[in-house]
């Protein structure tokens, strides 16, 4: 049992800021350290769809396709003389309430269900890519306009720093942690336009987050995506 889910990634919108590390140090869970890209810490609001999602190879009826959005910062685990990076999320967000429960169960995750929407809209050599999440009576947004010609990441560029973390890292208590694989190749990007976003970082993710309410992205990226799979074998340290 190697596998635990697989599905496609689709269009996936990353919008990249610079935050103080020390914001981030209450989430960090216990035998990793923050990753820096060129000496600064960054947390990413992320939508993407997931679809065609099937768990043990077993197809998910009805539910296999939905939006997710999440809030999430990088880090680092040394073990050996190998370096993993990973990511770790402050919040993910889904519209159904079993496939939040799923993956908070047994990945210890921060899912929670919320209504979601999304819309596609392609002409010409363009792609614009929205993504909504209601928070009370808000909705909350992020969306691109974009190429949809294909590029390859440059190395050591900030895409491949935010794009090339494949494994993930729970804080289950202050002294345990839980890793888990996320396998992918690497993925294409596409080149940016413009982009919006309405979201409110405070109301929803807390008021440690109310700087991001003031500050705009470093940078805003789209990633085509692929199929994806989450190894079932979790470690605890």
């Known amino acids: 049992m190697k596998t635990f889910l697989t599905a496609k990634w689709q269009n996936i919108i990353m919008a990249n800021y610079e935050i103080e590390p020390d914001i981030l140090?209450?989430?960090?869970?216990?035998?990793?350290?923050?990753?820096?890209?060129?000496?600064?810490?960054?947390?990413?609001?992320?939508?993407?769809?997931?679809?065609?999602?099937?768990?043990?190879?077993?197809?998910?009826?009805?539910?296999?396709t939905f939006e997710e959005v999440n809030l999430?910062?990088?880090?680092?685990?040394?073990?050996?003389?190998?370096?993993?990076?990973?990511?770790?999320?402050?919040?993910?967000?889904?519209?159904?309430?079993i496939v939040a429960w799923v993956a908070n169960k047994l990945y210890k995750e921060h899912y929670i269900a919320i209504p979601t929407k999304h819309q596609w809209i392609f002409t010409n050599d363009k792609k614009e890519i929205t993504y909504q999440w209601k928070v009370?009576?808000?909705w909350n947004s992020i969306s691109v306009l974009a190429y949809d010609s294909k590029q390859k990441m440059e190395i050591n560029s900030m895409e491949e720093f935010i794009f090339e973390h494949y494994f993930g890292y729970t804080k289950i208590n202050p002294k345990q942690s839980i890793e888990y694989k996320i396998n992918h190749p690497r993925w294409e990007i596409n080149p940016i336009q413009n982009y919006q976003i309405n979201c409110d970082f405070s109301a929803f993710y807390g008021?440690?987050?109310?700087?991001?309410?003031?500050?705009?992205?470093?940078?805003?990226?789209?990633?085509?995506?692929?199929?994806?799979?989450?190894?079932?074998k979790r470690i605890c340290f």
């Open 72 to 97: 999430r910062f990088y880090v680092v685990r040394k073990v050996g003389k190998e370096l993993r990076r990973g990511v770790v999320f402050i919040n993910e967000t889904v519209p159904n309430k």
């Open 136 to 138: 009370k009576s808000k």
């Open 25 to 64: 140090l209450p989430y960090l869970p216990k035998g990793v350290e923050l990753d820096y890209f060129h000496g600064k810490t960054y947390v990413s609001l992320v939508g993407f769809l997931f679809k065609e999602s099937s768990i043990f190879n077993i197809p998910i009826p009805f539910m296999g």
């Open 207 to 232: 008021a440690n987050f109310n700087v991001l309410n003031k500050t705009k992205p470093n940078k805003v990226m789209l990633a085509e995506g692929s199929a994806i799979s989450v190894d079932w």
